[in-house]
């Protein structure tokens, strides 16, 4: 496979300025589940933007997603995307230099490693159908997670595994399990999308989002 590159993608402005707001991707790629989800979030006062961690591409099956994980690269992924944060906190209509990270599944992992890192300068962490320990000290930041009730890529081990060590570490931390949904449901563009989960999940998102970064900003949540 050739060479993928990531970079800061799509881009939606709020009509003044809002907390920036860093949108990570599924291992499909950058889809329409993302951009209008950044839509969405620019709509209600944020400043939202996408990395594409696959330079453009889009995988239609499990076998090309992990291709294209896996693809070389000339900046790995996790230098692309804490360029992609200086970039945003310096954009003109940032309010705050702190950023939301908000991941979806493979992007969820991304967002909890971010978490951890200093100069990543993240302020709050949404993650969809996603778990990672947290394994370095550092300043806590406020972590809610989303859970599918079927999901055959978290299994309840590794949940637990996640939420000890959040624990230990003093994280705060809230969940919220989505009932009769599946691994994907939060993206429009997948078929497991559930559009009542997919609009609560978002809802509490967008209020955990502004009670962690505050700001100013016209935030509507």
Known sequence: MSMVDAKLAHIAEPADIGVPVLIVHSWWGLTRSFAQYADRLAAQGFLAGCVDLFGGRIARTPEEASLLRSAPRRVPMYRSMLAGIDEWIAHRAASTDRVGIVGFS????????????????????????????????????????????????????????????????????????????????????????????????????????????????????
């Open 106 to 221: 493979m992007g969820g992992h991304w967002a909890l490693w971010l978490a951890q890192r200093p100069d990543a300068h993240a302020g709050a962490v949404v993650i969809h159908y996603a778990t990672r320990a947290i394994s370095k000290a550092g300043t806590p930041i406020p972590i809610l997670a989303h859970f599918a009730e079927t999901d055959p890529f978290v299994t309840a081990a590794g949940r637990r595994t996640m939420e000890r060590s959040l624990a230990r570490r003093r994280w705060p931390y809230t969940s919220m399990d989505h009932p009769g949904t599946r691994h994907w449901f939060a993206e429009s563009a997948e078929d497991n999308y559930d559009r009542t989960a997919a609009d609560n999940a978002f809802q509490a998102s967008c209020r955990h989002l502004k009670d962690a970064i505050g700001g100013p900003g016209p935030h509507r949540c």
